[in-house]
């Protein structure tokens, strides 16, 4: 299980640092070092923060709504919930836009 947390977590990293179009000023005049100690400290708190919850998920305490997108815009959110183990209903939102590859 901890390779499937490791391999997901590392994919929303990956994309997380990937994807942001407007990197704070600390983060561009850090240099290689720096970049790749903050990289690994947010990766192994994202392991410690959600690496259990993940395993214990679990497909019927997750909903996702209905959306309809237009074709011609460049973003879409899909909303979802998800009911955690004390059955708290958390809604999540989750916003993506269309790049140039797809």
Do not use: C
């Not at 305490?61 to 183990?85: C, I, N, Y």
């Amino acid at each position: 299980m901890r390779a499937l947390v490791e391999q997901v977590s590392l994919a929303a990293l990956r994309y997380g640092v990937r994807g942001a179009s407007r990197p704070r000023a600390d983060w561009r005049t850090a240099n290689h070092e720096q970049r790749k100690r903050f990289i690994d400290a947010f990766y192994h708190s994202l392991l410690t923060t959600y690496g259990s919850a993940l395993v214990e998920f679990t497909p019927d305490r997750l909903k996702v709504f209905p959306t309809t997108v237009d074709p011609s815009v460049d973003h879409a959110t899909v909303r979802t919930e998800v009911t955690g183990l004390n059955a708290d209903r958390i809604a999540m939102d989750y916003s993506m836009h269309k790049t140039p590859e797809g």
